[in-house]
């Protein structure tokens, strides 16, 4: 798997917007870059995917920058519940299915 | 999705035994994987478990310490043997699910375990 890059932590306001930044400057173009988050005392669990368009679902938004070498998780609307540790990871299935985890950015929601 | 569940949810064990953690998947699946969480880290991928084959191990991870079996599409365990104190972590197993062109895995609550 492609090395990511993300910052340690990060602090966000209550019911503000939060921007999750990850660089993957040596990104493959078959790599699809996937967001998991873990809560305290869980498991992770899958938050957003994308190959090269910005995408939309129920918990985020994924921008992901013309050439690929960076994306950025976005949070519209961050609760205490998103208190997490948030995972940038690539995967190129049709290389390796396994996932490999790296340290992930400790988001702190501040009420 | 997949939902799945781990017994036990946490234990404590002395240096020197064994424990058996299982894993239940509530369809049926292809590929499992098992990771250890040690305290304040990420997440560190053991091993793959595929049924029907010998589980695939990653480096620094061996059969004897962690055996694994897969007997089925919706089970799996991991056995940490002969523990010692820097075995306590976290374990958790994972399952993959296609999802289009791409898979997503999903996790386990994971099972604490401390030696003493």
């Known amino acids: 798997d492609a090395k990511t890059t993300q910052p340690n932590s990060m602090e966000s306001n209550e019911e503000e917007p939060v921007h999750l930044p990850c660089n993957h400057s040596?990104?493959?173009?078959?790599?699809?870059i996937h967001w998991y988050r873990q809560l305290p005392s869980q498991g992770p669990e899958y938050v957003i995917h994308?190959?090269?368009s910005n995408v939309n679902n129920r918990m985020a938004s994924l921008a992901i920058a013309e050439d690929r070498k960076s994306s950025t998780l976005i949070l519209h609307r961050a609760t205490l519940r998103d208190a997490a540790v948030y995972y940038c990871?690539?995967?190129?299935?049709?290389?390796?299915?396994?996932?490999?985890f790296g340290k992930g950015t400790r988001l702190h929601i501040l009420p | 999705s997949a939902v799945i569940s781990q017994k036990p949810s946490r234990d404590i064990c002395q240096r020197g035994t064994s424990l058996t953690i299982q894993c239940q998947v509530d369809?049926?699946?292809?590929?499992m994987f098992w990771y250890r969480q040690q305290p304040g880290q990420s997440l560190t991928l053991i091993a793959t478990?595929?049924?029907?084959?010998?589980?695939?191990?990653e480096s620094g991870f061996v059969i004897d310490k962690f055996p694994i079996s897969r007997p089925n599409l919706t089970f799996s365990t991991l056995t940490v043997s002969n523990m010692s104190p820097e075995d306590s972590s976290i374990y958790l197993c994972?399952?993959?699910?296609?999802?289009?062109?791409?898979?997503?895995?999903?996790f386990g609550p994971g099972t604490r375990l401390t030696v003493l």
């Open positions: 994972s399952v993959e699910v296609p999802r289009g062109p791409t898979d997503t895995q999903y």
């Open positions: 040596t990104i493959s173009g078959t790599d699809y």
């Open positions: 994308g190959l090269t």
């Open positions: 990871i690539l995967r190129d299935v049709g290389r390796d299915d396994k996932i490999i």
């Open positions: 369809s049926q699946v292809t590929m």
């Open positions: 478990a595929n049924q029907g084959s010998e589980a695939t191990y």
